[in-house]
Nanobody, 125 residues
Framework: VQLQASGGGLVQAGGSLRLSCAAS????????IAWFRQAPGKEREFVAA????????YYADSVKGRFTISRDNVKNTWYLQMNSLRPEDTAVYYC???????????????????WGQGTLVTVSS
């Protein structure tokens, strides 16, 4: 099983980026999928998730209204559309997936089984 994150880069504050996470090795259509991020010197933090059952979405308060998570089950890929980017969004972004995570645990990185390698997003002021 492999998750390949891509789409990071350097963008000015107020700009947009779309991250992608391409999965291979198994089907992820019935798994909870998520994005986390880790800024230099900080712990990994939850960004967004789509729960496996029902497709409900969840966001960190810091990105709500600016970021949108989505998935394409045909392509076995999920996305993070990031708009109105701020310098504090600078981080390595990781995609993650898990087949059995509970709703109460979607924001907990340690509960996810599968991880991508990360893609760096740098937002300049």
């Amino acid at each position: 099983v492999q998750l390949q994150a891509s789409g990071g880069g350097l963008v000015q504050a107020g700009g947009s980026l779309r991250l992608s996470c391409a999965a291979s090795g198994r089907t992820f259509s019935r798994q909870t999928i998520a994005w986390f991020r880790q800024a230099p010197g900080k712990e990994r933090e939850f960004v967004a998730a789509i729960f496996r059952s029902g497709g409900s979405t969840y966001y960190a308060d810091s990105v709500k209204g600016r970021f949108t998570i989505s998935r394409d089950n045909v392509k076995n890929t999920w996305y993070l559309q990031m708009n109105s980017l701020r310098p504090e969004d600078t981080a390595v972004y990781y995609c993650a997936a898990d087949p059995s995570i509970t709703l109460s645990s979607v924001r907990m990185s340690q509960q996810y089984e599968y991880w991508g390698q990360g893609t760096l997003v740098t937002v300049s002021s």
